[in-house]
T-cell receptor
Framework: DAKTTQPPSMDCAEGRAANLPCNHS???????VYWYRQIHSQGPQYIIH???NNETNEMASLIITEDRKSSTLILPHATLRDTAVYYC????????????FGGGTRVLVKP | NAGVTQTPKFRVLKTGQSMTLLCAQD?????MYWYRQDPGMGLRLIHY???????AKGEVPDGYNVSRLKKQNFLLGLESAAPSQTSVYFC????????????FGPGTRLTVT
């Protein structure tokens, strides 16, 4: 699986958009980009995934650069409940679809 | 649906003791996983299963055994617990038809003294 690099932490103002970057310069053509988050001590929660195209769902948007070497998770209107550790994961959708979690970005949403 | 449940929620073991962690899911998912999370770190895959009766090793399998006798249950065993196995253990499951999303349980906090 390709290695990902994320900033260790970032702050965001409540009500504003939060843009979380992720670098994955060694990504291969058949690897997906996944985002999960983990709210204090709870099990991780799936947010979104993508292969080449930008994706949007009710939680967030995922912007993948044309060369696929980096991506950005966008939380459009951050709330205090979005305070969590966000993990960017790159992996092949093979049998078992195993995920490798790195250190993630600790996001603190401030009032 | 209860989703993914884990039993017990907390446990303290002495070095050398054994125990089994139970993961149950009621979503008819084919794939199931056991992860561990040490303080300040991301999750690491211990073992996983792609179907009833099948298991495979993950990133950190040593010291653990697993069994998947029923589709809805995935058991993680520690035969002789060591302090290095103090961690939070998470179970997850996913469906083949929607393999991109893993559903996680609430975790089991294990301390080995």
């Amino acid at each position: 699986d390709a290695k990902t690099t994320q900033p260790p932490s970032m702050d965001c103002a409540e009500g504003r958009a939060a843009n979380l970057p992720c670098n994955h310069s060694t990504i291969s053509g058949n690897e997906y980009v996944y985002w999960y988050r983990q709210i204090h001590s709870q099990g991780p929660q799936y947010i979104i995934h993508g292969l080449k195209n930008n994706e949007t769902n009710e939680m967030a948007s995922l912007i993948i650069t044309e060369d696929r070497k980096s991506s950005t998770l966008i939380l459009p209107h951050a709330t205090l409940r979005d305070t969590a550790v966000y993990y960017c994961i790159v992996t092949v959708m093979a049998a078992g679809n195993k995920l490798t979690f790195g250190g993630g970005t600790r996001v603190l949403v401030k009032p | 649906n209860a989703g993914v449940t884990q039993t017990p929620k907390f446990r303290v073991l002495k070095t050398g003791q054994s125990m089994t962690l139970l993961c149950a899911q009621d979503m008819n998912h084919e794939y199931m996983y056991w992860y561990r999370q040490d303080p300040g770190m991301g999750l690491r895959l211990i073992h996983y299963s792609v179907g009833e009766g099948t298991t495979a090793k993950g990133e950190v399998p040593d010291g653990y055994n697993v069994s998947r006798l029923k589709k809805q249950n995935f058991l993680l065993g520690l035969e002789s617990a060591a302090p290095s196995q103090t961690s939070v253990y998470f179970c997850a499951s996913t469906a083949v038809v929607d393999v991109h999303e893993q559903y996680f349980g609430p975790g089991t906090r294990l301390t080995v003294t």
